[in-house]
């Protein structure tokens, strides 16, 4: 008899934050504020940098009421997490998700990299798996898409310092026989 632990299992699986508090965002960031203080503000500052590229940040837990403010830089002005756009709150869950499982040697597979994200955020995760790959020798990323228009962001046959890029295009030929 096989035993049930003898099957493919992704390390981690990841889906967006949920709808209520606790598959929320502001849950994770709790958790980690309890569980491990420096990556709780690790991840803050990845998330302020990488995301919001510094016209956001988000502040330290608000403990009273267990949410991670977002601070617009610009005005001050403060929003909670889930009052982000659904792209930008996809990116959040992202960097989040990886920051926190990153070891020695990580590699992060993402299906349908694009998927539910408009134009300017595809741009804008490109940057992100970029800078980061730049920043972390040890992390590599694989992507699938089943848009072309990603590989404008990503560009694999371009040169660019401190990336090592690949890509293949698989255009599938299907015939119905009658």
């Excluded at 992390?139 to 898409?145: K, N």
Aim: charged share 30%; proline share 4%; net charge positive.
């Amino acid at each position: 008899m096989k035993p049930p632990t003898l099957t493919y299992m992704p390390a981690r699986r990841f889906d967006t934050d949920g709808g209520d508090w606790s598959a929320s965002l502001d849950n994770l960031f709790v958790w980690f504020g309890w569980i491990d203080r420096k990556l709780e503000e690790r991840c803050r500052s990845l998330v302020s940098r990488l995301v919001f590229r510094d016209r956001k940040r988000l502040l330290p837990i608000d403990r009273q009421n267990l949410f991670v403010p977002v601070e617009i830089q610009e005005d001050g002005t403060r929003h909670r997490l889930h009052q982000l756009s659904s792209g930008e709150r996809q990116l959040v869950q992202l960097v989040v998700r990886i920051a926190s499982h990153m070891s020695g040697s990580t590699i992060v597979l993402i299906d349908e990299v694009e998927q539910h994200l408009h134009t300017v955020l595809q741009r804008r995760l490109a940057g992100i798996i970029k800078d980061w790959a730049r920043e972390h020798e040890s992390l590599s990323f694989f992507m699938t898409s089943h848009q072309k228009e990603i590989f404008r962001f990503i560009n694999p046959f371009l040169d660019e310092p401190g990336l090592s890029k690949g890509a293949a295009l698989v255009k599938p030929r299907f015939r119905v026989k009658r």
